[in-house]
Nanobody, 117 residues
Framework: QVQLVESGGGLVQAGGSLRLSCAAS????????MGWYRQAPGKERELVAT???????NYADSVKGRFTISRDNAKDTVYLQMNSLKPEDPAVYYC???????????WGQGTQVTVSS
């Protein structure tokens, strides 16, 4: 199986920046796309950004132009650079990786992002 460990969350002022990291370990050969989702209190988990092994990125409209996803395939790590953070961005951010054998994605435990106004 695959284990995903996120880091980099925390408290930042509105307009500020944070960089999230997610390192994969275990059977990483199973991983295809990697990405980030987020879940705010009382809301459903939503897509933030994903990136395939070939480099194709996909972003939620709400973060386009502010967030950048990057990936180091050699290190089995995906990053999320978050700039111009807004009061609507706070959530638990989850790293996810797709399984080339199908079935459920792998998920990390989540990291909290808080934005103060």
């Amino acid at each position: 199986q695959v284990q995903l460990v996120e880091s980099g969350g925390g408290l930042v002022q509105a307009g500020g920046s944070l960089r999230l990291s997610c390192a994969a370990s275990g059977s990483t050969y199973l991983i295809t796309a990697m990405g980030w989702y987020r879940q705010a209190p009382g809301k459903e988990r939503e897509l933030v950004a994903t990136k395939t092994t070939s480099g194709t990125a996909n972003y939620a409209d709400s973060v386009k132009g502010r967030f950048t996803i990057s990936r180091d395939n050699a290190k089995d790590t995906v990053y999320l650079q978050m700039n111009s953070l807004k009061p609507e961005d706070p959530a638990v951010y989850y790293c996810t990786a797709a399984n080339r054998r199908g079935g459920l994605n792998f998920w990390g435990q989540g990291t909290q992002v808080t934005v103060s106004s």
